[in-house]
Structures are given as structure tokens and as C-alpha cells.
């Protein structure tokens, strides 16, 4: 019972007032600025993130001991914003604006919608097939079974032929078609 109570009591001890915290955090933020600018290369930014960095570390406040260096907390909680920003943004997905295809509006200068070539991709398709036709048939035959989506296993048990064998063969074939075709 006198550890609990002694735990307790050094808790409160560690803990201050919301008035104490916002003094030491005012007398202590003038540091932020220069970092946050650092970190965003923007005015604005840097300001947005200097904003929420105060905002978070007084709604936390209660998780700052005292005695701990207060720079490096409020330097951590910075950098961790900062970063959660950075992560969200990344994974955004951009939308176009349907005015942006058609090439009117304020967005004339993005690339127009891509159509593709029927005759380039009969020309390429032919010209796979034709490569494939052309390898030996010991090459051939796992091939276009591996690529029909047999597994190596099935390929295997259906020619009579060890597993690393056809795996060889398949990977082969791969080398040698590579060589053949020819991409523009």
C-alpha cells in the first residue's frame, strides 16, 4: 500500500498545472519556428505546422513529465506531425477536372487523353507469337504450358521431366525471347 501511495505522489509531483505548462511552452517555442521552416521549406506551412504543433503538445500536456527536456518533446511532436502530413498527402490520388481532357478551361496545358494503337499492338502481339513459335521445342512446350498457367509441379508431372528441370526450361525460354523481340 505505501509503494501505491508513494507512486502516486510522484506522479503528481511530475505533473503541472495547464497555466504552468503554457508558460513553459510559450517560453520555450520560439525555437519551433526555424525548425518547422526546415522541415516544410514554406512560410505558410511551417506557420500550419507551428500552429498544431502548440495545439497538440497543450492538449497533451498531461503526458509531459517534469524534468524532461521540453525542446526535444515538443521537437518530437514537430517531426511526428510532420511526417503523419507528409504520409497523408503522399497518398492522395490527384482528380482531374473533366475540363482537363478536353483541353479547355484553365487546365488547357495538361497532356490530352492517350488513344491507343491498334496496329502497333497487332505489329508487337504478331511478332511475340512468331518468337515464341520460333524456339526449340524443348524450350516451347513448358513455356506455353507455364504461360496457359499451368504450375511448375503440373508442367512437371505432364512431360515426364524433373521440376528443376522445367523450371530451367522456362527460364530459358524467357532469356531467349527477350533476345529475340525487340522493344521500341
Not at 487523353?113 to 515464341?132: L, M, S
Request: contains cysteine; hydrophobic residues 35%; glycine residues 2%.
Amino acid at each position: 500500500m505505501k509503494v501505491f501511495c508513494l507512486t502516486l505522489l510522484y506522479q503528481n509531483l511530475n505533473k503541472m498545472s495547464v497555466q504552468e505548462f503554457s508558460a513553459l511552452l510559450l517560453h520555450n517555442k520560439d525555437f519551433l519556428k526555424p525548425f518547422a521552416i526546415s522541415l516544410t521549406r514554406d512560410s505558410d506551412e511551417a506557420n500550419d505546422l507551428f500552429q498544431e504543433t502548440l495545439y497538440k503538445a497543450l492538449s497533451n500536456h498531461n503526458k509531459y513529465n517534469v524534468g524532461t527536456n521540453i525542446r526535444a518533446w515538443l521537437f518530437t511532436i514537430m517531426r511526428n506531425i510532420f511526417i503523419n502530413d507528409y504520409r497523408r498527402k503522399s497518398k492522395q490520388r490527384v482528380i482531374y477536372n473533366s475540363d482537363a481532357l478536353s483541353g479547355s478551361g484553365e487546365h488547357a496545358s495538361l497532356p490530352k487523353a492517350i488513344v491507343q494503337n491498334d496496329a502497333q499492338t497487332n505489329i508487337n502481339t504478331k511478332e511475340i507469337r512468331q518468337a515464341i513459335n520460333e524456339l526449340p521445342e524443348i524450350y516451347r512446350t513448358p513455356f506455353l504450358l507455364y504461360f496457359d498457367g499451368y504450375k511448375y509441379n503440373e508442367i512437371s508431372d505432364a512431360l515426364s521431366e524433373p521440376l528443376g528441370t522445367v523450371k530451367s526450361r522456362i527460364h530459358f525460354a524467357r532469356k531467349l525471347l527477350k533476345d529475340q523481340i525487340k522493344r521500341y
